[in-house]
């Protein structure tokens, strides 16, 4: 049976008509975990410094605004670079750099001279990432409200903050790309692509088929969520958290954060293709015992092997966002000196 054009989410379930002794494994479910692009605007000052490092996301489509322009509803999540705009969307999350005063955040004046002292290195934001070698020409001076935390600081001087005001999600940072040696270190890909993590609308948790008492990784998210069972249950995931293991009952679980909202679902299955697989196999192999063990060959299980080609990769993408970054600046001295 072949079905198409499956709404995002869509909830397949099939079932065998018919008891037997074994009635958890008659029915399995789907969830159509397929998500859209994340549709990003950059709005503001031109920085190919952003550019380059949000082209480098998955699943991710940038489209760019000139500050003279107004701001466009519909996106998922705002970038905005410097001052501003006279009115914000109504929707979608903001990434702030370098913003001006507004109601959203308040801004008095602008801080000169700064270093990173300090950072919440436990934050998902700032996983992998070490702020405190960046230098900091000018930053706007935040006053975070209540409802923000600051992950970073240059002594009591905010320089990073987030939270999540009316279900929106803000992160503000001081300062643009362009008056810090951000860009130029390997930490400023890694920091972009945590953010964009966390604004994106929440991803598809538990893609594909899940049995009993797996543990399910869910989106990383630094808001309360819970878990929802077949059966009702409700289990709690703590910010931060990002796994759930109560994977007991077949059947469709449930995502949901503030409010109720349903974020995401995922499905558990009982019972296995191979375990149904009852049929002869050629050339299986039959246990034994006694001296006839002694005589059959131990296979060696193969290395794993994938991990070092990982990290040669990570070590050319980060070589080439260093020498991306020393190409910039010689430019820039090149102007000025000509100047």
Do not use: C
């Not at 079905?3 to 989410?9: A, E, R, S, T, Y």
């Not at 009115?87 to 004046?109: D, F, R």
């Amino acid at each position: 049976v072949e079905v198409n054009d499956l709404p995002q989410g869509a909830i397949v379930q099939a079932k065998l008509d018919g008891k037997d002794a074994l009635a958890a494994d008659d029915a399995a479910w789907h969830v159509d975990t397929q998500t859209a692009p994340t549709r990003v605007l950059l709005y503001g000052a031109e920085s190919r410094f952003l550019e380059r490092a949000l082209a480098l996301l998955p699943n991710v489509n940038v489209f760019e605004a000139k500050p003279s322009a107004a701001v466009e509803a519909g996106y998922d999540v705002y970038v905005i670079n410097g001052p501003l705009p006279a009115q914000l969307p109504p929707t979608g999350n903001l990434l702030l750099l370098g913003p001006t005063n507004s109601a959203l955040l308040p801004v008095s004046g602008t801080v000169k001279g700064l270093a990173v002292t300090s950072q919440n290195a436990d934050n998902l934001l700032l996983r992998f990432v070490d702020l405190r070698s960046t230098s900091v020409a000018s930053a706007s001076r935040l006053a975070p409200p209540n409802w923000m935390e600051t992950l970073a600081s240059s002594g009591n001087v905010p320089l990073l903050t987030a939270g999540e005001n009316n279900g929106r999600k803000v992160v503000a940072l001081a300062f643009t790309p362009e008056n810090s040696d951000l860009p130029l270190q390997v930490a400023f890909p890694v920091l972009v692509d945590n953010l964009l993590r966390h604004l994106q609308p929440p991803a598809a948790a538990g893609v594909g088929s899940h049995r009993p008492g797996e543990t399910v990784q869910l989106s990383p998210s630094t808001t309360q969520r819970t878990v929802v069972a077949p059966d009702g249950r409700r289990s709690p995931v703590a910010p931060g958290e990002a796994s759930y293991a109560s994977t007991t009952a077949p059947g469709v679980y449930e995502v949901r954060g503030e409010g109720g909202k349903i974020l995401t679902r995922f499905a558990v299955n009982a019972g296995s293709a191979n375990e149904s697989r009852i049929t002869a196999r050629d050339g299986a192999p039959l246990a034994t015992s006694g001296a006839a063990a002694a005589d059959t060959p131990q296979q060696t299980p193969r290395a794993e092997r994938w991990w070092p080609l990982a990290a040669v990769a990570l070590l050319v993408l980060l070589a080439e966002w260093w020498l991306y970054g020393r190409t910039q600046t010689r430019g820039l001295r090149g102007r000025r000196s000509m100047a």
